[in-house]
């Protein structure tokens, strides 16, 4: 099992920039997939992007090129780099872990995939 705390999250303003963190503590961190996802209340969860342990990312399309995730398996530590940020990326982010496949990130990047998760950190742009 993988525990899971987010951190980082924040007030900012339109364009500004934040930076989550995600550390997780139990053992073999280094064979999850590590995603990160938001959730506004009202609304369905929505999948931010994942990463494999080779680095290999894929992205939402409402967040490519203004966000970036990555990892540091010796550090059991996981990153979301947010630029550019507006009003729309208003949300509750949270990070998650399910097991790879080999080294690639199974599946199609869906919450229910996923089969840990952290309590999540509130991002508030205005």
């Known amino acids: 099992h993988v525990q899971l705390v987010e951190s980082g999250g924040g007030s900012v303003q339109a364009e500004g920039s934040l930076r989550l963190s995600c550390a997780a503590s139990g053992y073999l961190y280094s064979r999850y997939c590590m995603g990160w996802f938001r959730q506004v209340p009202g609304k369905e969860r929505e999948g931010v992007g994942e990463?494999?342990?080779?680095?290999?990312?894929r992205y939402a399309e409402s967040v490519q090129g203004r966000f970036t995730i990555s990892r540091d398996d010796a550090k059991n530590t996981l990153w979301l780099q947010m630029n550019s940020l507006n009003p729309e990326d208003t949300a509750m982010y949270y990070c998650?872990?399910?097991?790879?496949?080999?080294?690639?990130?199974?599946?199609?990047?869906?919450?229910?995939?996923?089969?840990?998760w952290g309590q999540g950190t509130q991002v508030t742009v205005s």
């Open positions: 990463i494999d342990s080779d680095g290999t990312t």
């Open positions: 998650a872990a399910k097991w790879m496949v080999g080294t690639n990130c199974p599946g199609e990047g869906e919450g229910s995939e996923y089969n840990f």
